[in-house]
């Protein structure tokens, strides 16, 4: 009986000298992988402007049906993201998302991303809706917010042009 007692108590004072498995979250959070995918955000380019061309087709490839996009007409008067159209509305319903990443595959602009945040709380239905306001990326230092009065003909192109990656390796 002694010797039990004393083992038990043996295996509690060992443990006081091991390293913690747990952490003080949420005053320190662990580091995610890499390959981690969190809660979306929607990008900008450098000056400003929207990534998101409002194209749907994120919307079309998500599994869930978490998306909805509503587009609608820039002009260089009022633009918000280079090409014809911008999302007026986007919305990701985060009650039905399963964080497949289906939707970052999909854009052709890699407007919509998903980050490494995982605080995704909420205590009703309508919170778990996010909407562009709280999707979208501060400005970037240099680049002016949306709408912008741009040059006529200068942003005339949705999706910026790309070099094949095959080609860069080859010339390298
Ligand atoms: S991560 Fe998957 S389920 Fe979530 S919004 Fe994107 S495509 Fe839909
Ligand atoms: S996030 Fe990408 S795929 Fe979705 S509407 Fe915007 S540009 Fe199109």
Known sequence: MLREVVRGLSTTLKSMFEKPVT??????KRPVRNRYRGRHHLRRYENGLERCIGC??????????AIFVEA???????RYSPGERYASTYEINMMRCIFCGYCEDACP???IVLGDNYELSFTDRTQAIYGKAMLLDPVPGGGAP?????EPGKFTRAVPEMKNPEDEEASA
């Open 72 to 78: 609608s007409e820039n002009t260089d008067e009022e």
């Open 146 to 150: 949306t709408p912008q009065r741009t």
């Open 56 to 65: 749907s087709l994120c919307a079309a490839a998500c599994p869930a049906g």
């Open 23 to 28: 952490i003080q979250y949420p005053e320190v």
């Open 109 to 111: 602009t890699q407007a």
